[in-house]
């Protein structure tokens, strides 16, 4: 608990001497919040890191003796026609009622958004699901399987 709030007490710092000193002076204060973040976290026996700063900024150098992490890569997104074949190949496992929670499961990853809802539409339009449940705020809308045809045959 102490840890957290001396961290949080020196961000809080930092982002004061930001906006009183100017950016460098930020720069340094949140650097030291790194640094004491990062002495943290080697205290409970994760690895610590230190900071190289050079003239374009800081970078994370871990220490001697070991590797650089690697980048995390990310899947490239889908186009709208392969997310509207990806929803139709999947529609099957959709369970009766679904909102696009279930969608993602199905197919196995979060496609741009307004490309599943143009998949979407396209099925309520075709009178293969139907809106049960308009969404609003953060309330997802809730669609149901009206029982047509089958969607992978139809294009």
């Known amino acids: 608990m102490e840890r957290r709030l001396a961290r949080e007490d020196w961000l809080r710092a930092a982002r004061l001497a930001l906006l009183r000193g100017g950016v460098e002076a930020g720069y340094q204060a949140q650097l030291k919040a790194l640094e004491l973040y990062w002495s943290l976290q080697s205290e409970k026996g994760e690895v610590a890191h230190s900071v190289v700063v050079t003239s374009s900024g800081p970078a994370a150098v871990p220490p001697s003796g070991q590797e650089p992490l690697p980048a995390e890569k990310t899947a490239p997104r889908r186009s709208a026609p392969e997310v509207n074949a990806d929803v139709r190949a999947t529609f099957p496992l959709f369970p009766e009622t679904f909102t696009v929670r279930d969608v993602y499961q199905a197919i196995g ?7 599943l809802y143009l998949s979407l539409r396209k099925l309520v339009q075709e009178g293969l699901i139907r809106v049960l ?7 997802a809308v809730v669609y149901r399987k009206t029982g047509a045809s089958d969607p992978s045959r139809i294009p």
Do not use: I, L, M
């Not at 990853?109 to 490309?115: D, E, L, N």
């Not at 449940?133 to 309330?139: D, I, L, N, Q, T």
């Open 109 to 115: 990853y979060q496609p741009y958004r307004s490309a």
């Open 133 to 139: 449940e308009p969404g609003s705020g953060h309330r």
